[in-house]
C-alpha cells in the first residue's frame, strides 16, 4: 500500500491478495478486481452510501483495460479450488478532476511493484497456507497501461481537464496505451468527430511516453 499525488489529487492504491475459488467456467484462472472508491471526502459531489455511478462506471473501465494485463493462469494455486484473487483498490482522497487517467497510473505502479508471497499446501487437509519460508513470485505483467484524456471544446483539446474544465467540455477523449504504445482501449463522447480523434492521437502517444518514463522511474525507488 502506498500513496501517490498527481496534479492536486491525492491517491491511495494497493493490492490485496486473498485465496479465493475459481469459477467453473474458468478452473484454472485467478483474479484481478480493481476498484475505484470515490469518498465523499474528496469531493462533495459524491455522497455517502452506494458507490458513485462514476466510480461505477471508471472501474468498469478498469476492468476492461486489465483483463489480459497479466496471465490469471499464473495466479491459479489448485486448479478448481484455490487461486488468487487480487484486489486492485485505488482511493481517490482529493478530485480535481481527470480521475480515470490517475488511476490507471496509480495501478500500474502498483501491479508494477506487486510480489506474490510463497504459498504450501497442507496434506493432510489440503489446505493452501502461506510459506513464511519460502521465495515470493513478482507478478508478471503483459504490458503496463497508460491512460491519457482530452477535453474537447469545438474542434479544440484541451490535456488533463481539472474538473471545472469537465464541466464545460463539450465532450472528452481516453486513450489507454501500452508500453509498447499499442491502443488498449479508446472512449469518446458521440459528438466527437474523426479529425478530432486524429488529432488527439498524435498528443496521446507523446504523453503516454512521457507518463511512462516517469512512471518506470518511480518504480526503481519503490
Given at each position: 500500500?502506498?500513496?501517490?499525488?498527481?496534479?492536486?489529487?491525492?491517491?491511495?492504491r494497493r493490492?490485496?491478495?486473498?485465496?479465493?475459488?475459481?469459477?467453473?467456467?474458468?478452473?484454472?484462472?485467478?483474479?484481478?478486481?480493481?476498484?475505484?472508491?470515490?469518498?465523499?471526502?474528496?469531493?462533495?459531489?459524491?455522497?455517502?452510501?452506494?458507490?458513485?455511478?462514476?466510480?461505477?462506471?471508471?472501474?468498469?473501465?478498469?476492468?476492461t483495460l486489465?483483463?489480459?494485463?497479466?496471465?490469471?493462469?499464473?495466479?491459479?494455486?489448485?486448479?478448481?479450488?484455490?487461486?488468487?484473487?487480487?484486489?486492485?483498490?485505488?482511493?481517490?482522497?482529493?478530485?480535481?478532476?481527470?480521475?480515470?487517467?490517475?488511476?490507471?497510473?496509480?495501478?500500474?505502479?502498483?501491479?508494477?511493484?506487486?510480489?506474490?508471497?510463497?504459498?504450501?499446501?497442507?496434506?493432510?487437509?489440503?489446505?493452501?497456507?502461506?510459506?513464511?519460508?519460502?521465495?515470493?513470485k513478482r507478478?508478471?505483467?503483459?504490458?503496463?497501461?497508460?491512460?491519457?484524456?482530452?477535453?474537447?471544446?469545438?474542434?479544440?483539446?484541451?490535456?488533463?481537464?481539472?474538473?471545472?474544465?469537465?464541466?464545460?467540455?463539450?465532450?472528452?477523449?481516453?486513450?489507454?496505451?501500452?508500453?509498447?504504445?499499442?491502443?488498449?482501449?479508446?472512449?469518446?463522447?458521440?459528438?466527437?468527430?474523426?479529425?478530432?480523434?486524429?488529432?488527439?492521437?498524435?498528443?496521446?502517444?507523446?504523453?503516454?511516453?512521457?507518463?511512462?518514463?516517469?512512471?518506470?522511474?518511480?518504480?526503481?525507488?519503490?
Open positions: 500500500e502506498s500513496e501517490y499525488i498527481i496534479k492536486k489529487q491525492w491517491y491511495q493490492v490485496r491478495g486473498k485465496f479465493a475459488e475459481p469459477t467453473i467456467n474458468n478452473p484454472n484462472s485467478g483474479f484481478l478486481v480493481p476498484n475505484i472508491i470515490l469518498p465523499m471526502t474528496c469531493n462533495t459531489k459524491y455522497k455517502p452510501g452506494f458507490p458513485s455511478d462514476n466510480g461505477v462506471a471508471m472501474s468498469n473501465k478498469l476492468e486489465l483483463t489480459d494485463v497479466t496471465d490469471l493462469m499464473e495466479l491459479c494455486l489448485v486448479p478448481g479450488k484455490v487461486a488468487w484473487a487480487l484486489y486492485l483498490d485505488v482511493v481517490c482522497i482529493n478530485d480535481d478532476g481527470n480521475v480515470l487517467d490517475a488511476a490507471v497510473l496509480a495501478l500500474s505502479a502498483a501491479l508494477n511493484n506487486t510480489w506474490l508471497p510463497a504459498t504450501q499446501i497442507i496434506e493432510e487437509t489440503g489446505r493452501v497456507v502461506l510459506d513464511p519460508e519460502g521465495e515470493r507478478l508478471e505483467l503483459n504490458f503496463i497501461p497508460i491512460s491519457v484524456t482530452l477535453s474537447v471544446f469545438d474542434d479544440k483539446t484541451l490535456p488533463d481537464p481539472t474538473e471545472d474544465e469537465e464541466n464545460i467540455q463539450d465532450g472528452s477523449v481516453t486513450c489507454c496505451l501500452d508500453d509498447q504504445n499499442n491502443i488498449r482501449a479508446l472512449w469518446t463522447s458521440a459528438n466527437i468527430s474523426d479529425d478530432v480523434i486524429s488529432a488527439a492521437l498524435v498528443y496521446v502517444k507523446k504523453r503516454a511516453s512521457v507518463l511512462l518514463s516517469v512512471l518506470k522511474k518511480v518504480s526503481k525507488t519503490s
